[in-house]
């Protein structure tokens, strides 16, 4: 690490059957455990302000997810979609003793959403409740339509390791660390994972580039493997590595709406994000439509995946279940509401947290304008 840990923070090595993995923690040893999932080329260390801000009795708990931070790296299965990460997780949580009396909370960001929802769908009875900030779709990233993710294509086309941009692709593996192009990591960061003209403070940003270009690199991790199709735009998802593991046909978390039991979810997300959006700066459908990618079939073939909405298809199909979730949206905020707008992200999951489903149901909104509730 090029920076020092923030000051309350634990760093450890956690050995288990399935592999070596890198947790940050804070609070309370023994306190309510809260486990935090980070999303693609991100890691742990995006949440040190987020452990150290958690109430007084809860413990925070953040592991490097395979491949990214400090943690091994092992090849992705794609095949499997987000399960291999869901796995490790098991095998972490099992390792620390987080089951029975001491079922954790999840919080899952971007794809550690998927990487949560798919934990919840094999383990239901181990979760306490679920928090979703900014997830990817449940039908993954890219190649899908409308609100019950049927293919584009029926190999999964416009989805999958091909379609990352390969110039930023090899900026990471070359440690570039400069602002000067727009596929550079840090530029990246500025104008994706954040609504500009947001950025953070100069120390934070160093550590965000740092545990960005960390992640390894190649076919059995970001971006993963790269196979071709005769259909628009010519690569469809591969068997190998993290953006295949969440393509078409690969990702598919819609069994999370049938599980029993049923934890209550927290859905909360930035009103202006541009990764998971129904209309997403990075998914093909929208650069197709723009002009961007050449050859464009049209809206009726390859239209933008409505994430959002299939996020929604599917928690109100689980609330037609029997469970309960409450939708979130933070307003002037982009892909990372728990780094942008600490102070209401933190006043809605801390009060999720501590209160349970039945107070979250009477009491939503304390500061008129910061977020708009919807209930499922």
Same mark, same amino acid.
């Given at each position: 690490?090029?920076?020092?840990?923030?000051?309350?923070?634990?760093?450890?090595?956690?050995?288990?059957?399935?592999?070596?993995?890198?947790?940050?923690?804070?609070?309370?040893?023994?306190?309510?455990?809260?486990?935090?999932?980070?999303?693609?080329?991100?890691?742990?260390?995006?949440?040190?302000?987020?452990?150290?801000?958690?109430?007084?009795?809860?413990?925070?708990?953040?592991?490097?997810?395979?491949?990214?931070?400090?943690? *091994?790296?092992?090849? =992705?299965?794609?095949?499997?979609?987000?399960?291999?990460?869901? !796995?490790?997780?098991?095998?972490?949580?099992? &390792?620390?003793?987080?089951?029975?009396?001491?079922?954790?909370?999840?919080?899952?960001?971007?794809?550690?959403?998927? =990487?949560?929802?798919?934990?919840?769908?094999?383990?239901?009875?181990?979760?306490?409740?679920?928090?979703?900030?900014?997830?990817?779709? $449940?039908?993954?990233?890219?190649?899908?339509? !409308?609100?019950?993710?049927?293919?584009?294509?029926?190999?999964?086309?416009?989805?999958?390791?091909?379609?990352?941009?390969?110039?930023?692709?090899?900026?990471?593996?070359?440690?570039?660390?400069?602002?000067?192009?727009?596929?550079?990591? @840090?530029?990246?960061?500025?104008?994706?994972?954040?609504?500009?003209?947001?950025?953070?403070?100069? *120390?934070?940003?160093?550590?965000?580039?740092? *545990?960005?270009?960390?992640?390894? =690199?190649?076919?059995?991790?970001?971006?993963?493997?790269?196979?071709?199709?005769?259909?628009?735009?010519?690569?469809?998802?591969?068997?190998?590595?993290?953006?295949?593991?969440?393509?078409?046909?690969?990702?598919?978390?819609?069994?999370?709406?049938?599980?029993? $039991?049923?934890?209550?979810?927290?859905?909360?997300?930035?009103?202006?994000?541009?990764?998971?959006?129904?209309?997403?700066?990075?998914?093909?459908?929208?650069?197709?439509?723009?002009?961007?990618?050449?050859?464009?079939?049209?809206?009726?073939?390859?239209?933008?995946? $409505?994430?959002?909405?299939?996020? @929604?298809?599917?928690?109100?199909?689980?609330?037609?279940?029997?469970?309960?979730? !409450?939708?979130?949206?933070?307003?002037?905020?982009?892909?990372? $509401?728990?780094?942008?707008?600490? &102070?209401?992200?933190?006043?809605?999951?801390?009060?999720?947290?501590?209160?349970?489903?039945?107070?979250?149901?009477?009491?939503?909104?304390?500061?008129?304008?910061?977020?708009?509730? @919807?209930?499922?």
């Amino acid at each position: 690490m090029s920076a020092p840990l923030m000051p309350g923070i634990r760093s450890q090595m956690i050995e288990t059957p399935r592999l070596r993995t890198h947790v940050l923690a804070a609070g309370p040893e023994g306190g309510t455990p809260v486990v935090l999932i980070h999303g693609n080329v991100s890691s742990a260390r995006f949440f040190e302000e987020t452990l150290l801000a958690l109430p007084a009795g809860f413990q925070g708990i953040a592991p490097d997810l395979r491949g990214f931070g400090a943690s *091994e790296t092992k090849p =992705v299965d794609a095949r499997r979609g987000l399960r291999d990460f869901a !796995d490790d997780l098991h095998a972490l949580l099992t &390792a620390l003793g987080l089951s029975g009396d001491r079922k954790p909370h999840l919080l899952g960001w971007s794809m550690g959403g998927g =990487v949560v929802m798919q934990y919840v769908i094999d383990h239901p009875e181990n979760v306490a409740s679920l928090t979703l900030s900014d997830p990817v779709s $449940p039908f993954g990233f890219g190649g899908t339509k !409308d609100a019950a993710g049927t293919l584009c294509w029926p190999d999964g086309a416009g989805s999958g390791g091909g379609t990352a941009n390969p110039d930023y692709v090899k900026r990471l593996a070359a440690g570039d660390r400069s602002d000067e192009s727009p596929t550079s990591p @840090r530029t990246v960061l500025n104008s994706f994972y954040f609504k500009p003209p947001f950025r953070a403070a100069p *120390e934070r940003e160093e550590v965000y580039v740092d *545990e960005i270009l960390r992640m390894v =690199v190649g076919d059995g991790n970001y971006p993963g493997e790269t196979a071709t199709s005769p259909n628009w735009p010519g690569v469809r998802p591969g068997s190998t590595g993290i953006n295949n593991a969440m393509a078409a046909g690969n990702c598919n978390l819609s069994a999370f709406a049938t599980i029993a $039991p049923r934890p209550d979810v927290l859905w909360i997300r930035g009103a202006d994000d541009q990764i998971v959006s129904d209309t997403s700066a990075l998914d093909f459908g929208t650069l197709g439509q723009l002009g961007f990618v050449p050859g464009w079939p049209g809206a009726e073939v390859f239209p933008s995946q $409505p994430m959002v909405t299939q996020m @929604r298809h599917v928690l109100d199909q689980y609330a037609g279940a029997g469970g309960r979730y !409450d939708e979130v949206v933070i307003a002037d905020c982009g892909h990372s $509401p728990h780094i942008e707008k600490p &102070a209401v992200f933190r006043a809605r999951v801390f009060a999720f947290l501590a209160q349970g489903a039945a107070a979250q149901q009477g009491a939503h909104v304390t500061a008129p304008g910061d977020w708009e509730v @919807r209930h499922g």
